[in-house]
T-cell receptor, first 111, second 111 residues
Framework: NAGVTQTPKFQVLKTGQSMTLQCAQD?????MYWYRQDPGMGLRLIYYSASEGTTDKGEVPNGYNVSRLNKREFSLRLESAAPSQTSVYFCASSERGDEQFFGPGTRLTVL | QKEVEQNSGPLSVPEGAIASLNCTYSDRGSQSFFWYRQYSGKSPELIMFIYSNGDKEDGRFTAQLNKASQYVSLLIRDSQPSDSATYLC???????????FGSGTQLTVLP
């Protein structure tokens, strides 16, 4: 089992560009999450999907959109990247919403 | 007041000592409590979870929960240099089926 996988691992964007971060899990989990991690800020929830077909905003959703493509895949889209979105992005999955397993992360720099 | 608070550290202990990491939370209805370990440049890894008051032991790790005082702690016995990492406390708040993370405590175990 690969667990939770994320692509790409690294990305550099210019202000205003768009991109999609991909996440997939092979644990048959119902819930999936997108977090961002900034120095001294801990992990902050951007969006989550409690089950296939549903998505909800987290603590910091502005500037992002998500798609729960199927039970395995949950993507995060930046429509018009801003320097404030420079961060490390983690995807996670969970069976019940509490015990969560994380992917390796995407390091995004917006110039 | 943050919903989940941890001392950011850094906390330094000598090899072989007991490291004590603390976390307080504001929501009295919180049900589930987790400790994640995060090595520099890596993703968070679940190491302990606890749901009931008292102690839960797993190898060199002991999680302690006191719901009346609203704190959860992690003890690491016989600390090793390989335990040097940031430890994240996470709590399932009663209002949502999500985890809320503290900002983490950086632990350094000195050889």
């Amino acid at each position: 089992n690969a667990g939770v996988t994320q692509t790409p691992k690294f990305q550099v964007l210019k202000t205003g560009q768009s991109m999609t971060l991909q996440c997939a899990q092979d644990m048959n989990h119902n819930s999936m999450y997108w977090y961002r991690q900034d120095p001294g800020m801990g992990l902050r929830l951007i969006y989550y999907s409690a089950s296939e077909g549903t998505t909800d905003k987290g603590e910091v959703p502005n500037g992002y959109n998500v798609s729960r493509l199927n039970k395995r895949e949950f993507s995060l889209r930046l429509e018009s990247a801003a320097p404030s979105q420079t961060s490390v992005y983690f995807c996670a999955s969970s069976e019940r919403g509490d015990e969560q397993f994380f992917g390796p992360g995407t390091r995004l720099t917006v110039l | 007041q943050k919903e989940v608070e941890q001392n950011s550290g850094p906390l330094s202990v000598p090899e072989g000592a007991i490291a004590s990491l603390n976390c307080t939370y504001s929501d009295r209805g919180s049900q589930s409590f987790f400790w994640y370990r995060q090595y520099s440049g890596k993703s968070p890894e679940l190491i302990m979870f606890i749901y009931s008051n008292g102690d839960k032991e797993d190898g060199r790790f002991t999680a302690q929960l006191n719901k009346a005082s609203q704190y959860v702690s992690l003890l690491i016995r016989d600390s090793q240099p390989s335990d040097s990492a940031t430890y994240l406390c996470a709590v399932t708040l009663s209002s949502a089926r999500q985890l809320t993370f503290g900002s983490g405590t950086q632990l350094t175990v000195l050889p």
